[in-house]
């Protein structure tokens, strides 16, 4: 790899935990403001060459992702409830993280997303507050990420997205059949299809090809650097410094303290699992919403006797899950869905939360096909067709080229008791505990999917199909999470809150938190824009503070 | 290890051909079943996907892969494997006495076994890796000749041009089927 080499002794700048869609923008932003990095990351260091088609190895296997047989993951209903060893999140594990196998929709956040409790009023059962940000704070950083990563879409296209200080700065991806029969249908019936904003680039951008719509973008890393993770973007921009390490399977297990509470470096496992203790000046931990806190909460010490920066015993707590649902329609001629980018088409007409409706919440819509060969003869068909013979196989042959999906993205409210913590008893392959998730919905989360399954059937049946069916979409139907929010959440009360508005923690003021974590609410899915917008910005507050010795 | 084994993937792969050329020259044709196993569980494979209506497991050379999983990648399923059909051995000769194999039975008594255990997670596990074996990428040793693929209609290419099916190319003008 290019880039710089420290030593460990070394105490650089910054350290920065965890190489996603995060720390891949912190470490980019710190060095290129002139310091030293190094950032460690759990997975490996893997490029296009490495990747390819092969749905087995990413999609029935953990090829990019955490592996459970080494990280072994327990879920639980409610703390009445036992326990047990579930994939029930998922995250990218390798430099790049979960920008590399995402399916790379890339949507700001409504003005609306950071006032809903203003606005909506207080949800019982749920925490639910306005972010201690704006909109318009973000703005500023939403535009950057999507100039420096490579966004295609429309600005404008969508009548019900704030304001904008800058268009996309490519063209949309071309419509593929699922798109045409969304939009016609959703016109049909009153409401406003935009084309899908991706970190896919349409045309070449900044040394990278176009996307050649093979199609194989959710779960796979892509061979032609055309979806804008950060490991073809802002990494290789941080590398080229001569500032910035990135050390590839070094898994961290304890943030260090000094006696003035300042954090001064991590303890991690390396390649050959030797602990190796990594001085720096400043921590950023970007290893997503569920280790982020799990970081944490290895991280004891007698000043935290709780968990590193958990003076407000909210670390872990609040988790907010990927919600949605999916709906298949059957259509007459041949969609091949399974060409081109996933989505191409979607609506957020019922995006804002309504009281009218009764129930808190609301969701995007989009027309997709994420499914691969054997993922849809195994999960595609309705659920009552053949399982085997040879109607099933003349059915495959038939819907698999004629199938398109209607997918919601559904809100999630912050529950206290939905948190992640050790489990005090399994432990991964390193002897670190394992990360236990406590997770059930709200009754209102479940209230806004299925509203919006009837919202789904209505245009697939605008569209003309011949038949939908719904997939199942109870809370262990939507595992494993890959939307990881909420954990360490955002606030101006330290009670209340873990970060401050520039992601840095309340309680240890060189150590900032910037992932998931910090959402205060879930907006509607597709956190990855907001993500790399709040860590834009939080690099750059981090680097004024070490301007000013802080 | 994961980050090694993935990092490896491509050495074991390499080592498993080669440790299937070895079989072969030693006049063996599978690596990690028996032959007689392999031919029961080829049986169930051609009931999941029978050769109606184009080629299915069998032309694919679904028990190939099957085999080689249980080498590799699904090597810890060997145990519900061995299990899984000594059960199913013995509600054969339950159902059908003085039968011999699932391989011998008719298809009509196939097809009986095989309703009769098709809630089990035996044959979920059966299901998913005969779909895996004709579907899956062709480099895992099934979905021969890519026939899998050319059965549902899935091309496998690196690039595609639009318009990509029927109704965007009707969109754009241009007819496509």
């Known amino acids: 790899m290019s880039g710089a080499k420290f030593r460990p002794s070394d105490a650089v700048d910054f350290l920065v935990i965890g190489a996603g869609a995060a720390g891949g923008v912190v470490a980019k932003e710190l060095a290129t403001a002139g310091f030293q990095v190094v950032v460690l990351e759990q997975g490996p260091y893997l490029h296009e060459k490495d990747y390819s088609h092969d749905e087995i190895k990413y999609t029935f296997e953990a090829g990019l992702t955490n592996d459970p047989k080494l990280q072994p993951i327990l879920h639980r209903k409610s703390e009445a409830d036992v326990a047990v060893p579930m994939k029930a999140i998922e995250y990218g594990r390798q430099v790049g993280g979960g920008s590399v196998h995402f399916t790379a929709n890339y949507w700001r956040f409504h003005e609306s997303d950071f006032r809903e409790r203003s606005l909506f009023g207080a949800v019982n059962g749920a925490d639910l507050e306005d972010w201690p940000i704006s909109y318009a704070d973000l703005e500023p950083y939403y535009t950057k990420a999507e100039y420096e990563l490579g966004i295609s879409g429309l600005a404008g296209a969508n009548p019900f997205e704030a304001p904008r200080s800058k268009p996309y700065p490519l063209p949309p991806m071309p419509v593929k059949s699922s798109g045409v029969l969304f939009e016609r249908a959703t016109k049909k019936l009153g409401l406003h299809p935009f084309p899908a904003p991706v970190a896919i680039l349409s045309r070449p951008y900044q040394g990278r090809a176009a996307c050649s719509n093979c199609g194989f973008c959710e779960s796979f890393g892509c061979e032609m650097r055309a979806k804008s993770s950060t490991l073809v973007s802002v990494i290789p921009a941080a590398e080229e410094t001569g500032r910035c390490e990135v050390r590839a399977n070094c898994y961290v297990r304890k943030i260090e303290i000094d006696s003035a509470g300042r954090a001064t470096g991590a303890v991690y496992f390396d390649a050959q699992r030797r602990e190796v203790f990594q001085r720096a000046k400043a921590v950023f931990v970007c290893a997503n919403g569920v280790e982020t806190p799990k970081l944490l909460l290895l991280s004891k010490s007698a000043r935290f006797p709780d968990g590193l920066a958990n003076s407000s015993g909210l670390v872990g707590k609040y988790l907010m899950w990927d919600l949605g649902c999916d709906v298949e329609g059957l259509f007459e001629h041949p969609l091949n869905e399974y060409k081109g980018i996933q989505v191409t088409r979607l609506i957020h007409d019922y995006y804002a939360a309504d009281p009218k409706r009764g129930f808190y919440g609301g969701g995007g819509i989009d027309a997709r096909f994420d499914f691969y060969p054997a993922g849809y003869a195994l999960h595609g068909l309705p659920a009552d067709a053949p399982r085997w013979g040879s109607e099933y196989k003349k059915m495959l042959g038939t819907y698999f080229s004629r199938t398109m999906t209607l997918l919601s993205h559904t809100s999630s409210l912050a529950q206290e008791k939905s948190t992640v913590t050790l489990d005090p008893v399994v432990k991964d392959a390193w002897g670190l505990p394992a990360v236990r998730i406590t997770y059930d919905y709200h009754p209102d989360d479940a209230a806004t999917i299925k509203w919006l399954i009837g919202k789904q059937v209505e245009i697939l049946d605008a569209a003309g199909a011949k038949k939908t069916w719904v997939q199942p979409w109870e809370v262990t139907d939507n595992m494993p999470c890959r939307h990881l929010m909420g954990t360490c959440r955002m606030g101006k009360d330290r009670s209340k809150s873990v970060v401050n508005e520039y992601s840095r923690t309340h309680d240890v003021a060189n150590l900032y938190l910037v992932d998931g974590s910090n959402f205060v609410t879930s907006g509607r899915q597709q956190p990855t824009a907001t993500i790399q917008a709040l860590a834009y910005r939080a690099a750059e507050h981090a680097a004024g503070a070490a301007k000013g010795g802080k | ?177």
Do not use: C
Request: aromatic share 10%; proline share 4%.
């Open chain 2, 1 to 177: 290890m994961s980050s090694l084994a993935m990092a490896a993937w491509p050495e074991v792969l390499a080592a498993q051909e080669q440790a299937r050329e070895r079989a072969k020259a030693d006049g063996g044709e599978f690596e990690t079943l028996d032959k007689d196993t392999a031919g029961e569980i080829a049986a169930i494979a051609e009931q999941i996907i029978p050769s109606t209506d184009g080629p299915g497991a069998r032309e694919a050379g679904v028990i190939y892969f099957i085999d080689r999983a249980l080498g590799t990648f699904a090597r810890d399923e060997r145990e519900a494997y061995r299990t899984g059909m000594a059960e199913l051995q013995k509600k054969r000769e339950e159902m059908f006495p003085g039968s011999a194999a699932i391989a011998s039975l008719d298809d009509e008594q196939q097809k009986a076994l095989l309703r009769s255990i098709e809630n089990t997670d035996f044959f979920e596990l059966l299901r998913t890796h005969t779909v895996l074996g004709f579907l899956g990428d062709p480099r895992y040793g099934g979905n021969r000749g890519k026939v899998g693929w050319k059965q549902i209609g899935f091309e496998g290419w690196m690039a595609y041009q639009p318009p990509f099916g029927y109704y965007d190319a009707e969109a754009s003008g241009e007819k496509k089927e």
